[in-house]
């Protein structure tokens, strides 16, 4: 489900040779290729200052020819906003051939980071609120989460994580984790 590692080395080599190319275009303005990968890339590193920063600099007239700008940022502010559901749903559009495979990793590792939160923050919870945070239909959600190691009782309607393995070199959860922890319990309490 996660991308892999050789996949991430293979994106931040590539948003290196983008970085280039916009810095090298000729008049300051890149391709309309470049800006939507850049900024794809940007998402799917989890970098949303440097995607907000991106999307600010790429032309408006660049932007209004190239709809798919516009889609990828949707994206960003759902990220940004940490609005899972609504996530989800901008994500699955039909997307150029050159963006396409950075999308279908954004949502994978997406779906990967909520699984980890989940996996943290609860001992069960509703079939329906992991439905809403892994932005899948019940039957998938259980599914992804049977094979993510965890198990569920479906009279109860209730998913139980499998709990992450302690450390043990003794590391306390940084202040950052904690911080999204806190947003993820937020966010299904809601």
């Known amino acids: 489900m996660a991308a892999t590692t050789m996949e991430t080395k293979d994106y931040s080599v590539m948003s ?3 970085e280039k190319r916009e810095l090298e275009s000729p008049g300051g303005i890149a391709t309309p290729q470049t800006y939507g990968q850049l900024l794809a890339i940007y998402l799917f590193q989890n970098d949303l200052p440097n995607a ?31 609005d899972f559901p609504e996530l989800y749903k901008s994500l699955d559009v039909e997307w150029p051939e050159h963006i396409l495979p ?20 609860y001992s069960s919870i509703s079939i329906e609120d992991a439905s809403l945070f892994l932005g899948l239909p019940p039957d998938k959600t259980i599914e992804e989460a049977v094979a993510f190691g965890w198990t569920n009782d479906r009279n109860q309607h209730l998913i139980m994580p499998k709990k992450p393995d302690v450390p043990t070199d003794g590391v306390a959860p940084s202040e950052e984790q904690l911080a999204k922890l806190t947003d993820f319990v937020v966010f299904l309490e809601n």
Do not use: C, F, Y
Request: proline share 4%; aromatic share 6%; net charge positive.
């Open 16 to 18: 290196a040779d983008l």
């Open 102 to 121: 950075i999308m279908k990793a954004l949502m994978e590792s997406t779906r990967t980071r909520a699984l980890h939160l989940a996996a943290k923050a």
């Open 52 to 82: 907000k920063l991106l999307w600010k600099r790429i032309p408006q007239g660049v932007k209004e020819a190239n709809p798919e700008l516009g889609q990828i940022w949707i994206v960003g502010q759902k990220l940004w906003n940490r």
